[in-house]
């Protein structure tokens, strides 16, 4: 999962830049979708964070987000 969003974050964005370089007309409308990509960041993070990885439960609690996070 961590290493899928750091993927998107930084290939996509910069492949998909090299291709047509991106124009953003209203930069506020980016703030929510940040915002909701950092929290599933950091809700991955304490998901593994005493053990080093994620656990059945919490996979299932991930699954169980992302249609709110796509939302």
């Known amino acids: ?10 290939m996509t964005l910069g492949v998909g830049a090299l291709a047509r370089p ?3 007309e209203d930069a506020g409308l980016l703030r929510l979708p940040w915002l909701a990509m950092i929290a599933a960041l950091l809700v991955v993070i304490a998901f593994g964070w005493r053990t ?6 919490a996979g299932i609690a991930c699954l169980a987000l992302y249609p709110a996070f796509v939302a």
């Open 52 to 57: 080093g990885r994620i656990a059945r439960r």
């Open 1 to 10: 999962m961590i290493g899928s969003f750091t993927y998107n974050v930084t």
């Open 22 to 24: 991106l124009t953003v």
